[in-house]
C-alpha cells in the first residue's frame, strides 16, 4: 500500500470514529418492551421421532410431556410424537 493510501485510510477511520454512534433505546421503547411482555408467544415444537411400538421412543415423549406439563409449564414448547414409519407423515 503507497503512502497516499495509507494516510487516506488513516484519515478514513479517524473520521468514522468521531462520529457519534447512535443509542439503541428499544429497553427504554415501551413498543418494544410491552411487546416482548404483552404479546402471545410462538410454541415451539419439539419431535420425539421412533418406530411404531418403539418403547423407547414412547418412554421419552412420555417423561417429556409430564415434565413439560409440571416443572416446564412456562415454557413454550409442545412434544409432539412423530412415528417415522407412518406414511402420513409428510417428510
Known amino acids: ?53 418403539d418403547p423407547v421412543a414412547d418412554e421419552t415423549a412420555a417423561r417429556l410431556g409430564d415434565w413439560l406439563a409440571s416443572e416446564g409449564a412456562d415454557l413454550n414448547i409442545e412434544v409432539e410424537h412423530v412415528v417415522a414409519d407412518d406414511p402420513d407423515v409428510p417428510w
Do not use: Y
Not at 25 to 30: K, L, P, R
Open 1 to 53: 500500500m503507497n503512502r497516499i493510501a495509507a494516510h487516506i485510510l488513516v484519515i478514513g477511520l479517524a473520521a468514522a470514529s468521531a462520529i457519534p454512534g447512535r443509542v439503541a433505546h428499544a429497553c427504554q421503547d415501551t413498543t418494544v418492551r410491552l411487546a416482548a411482555f404483552t404479546l402471545p408467544r410462538d410454541t415451539h415444537v419439539l419431535c420425539v421421532i421412533g418406530a411404531a411400538g
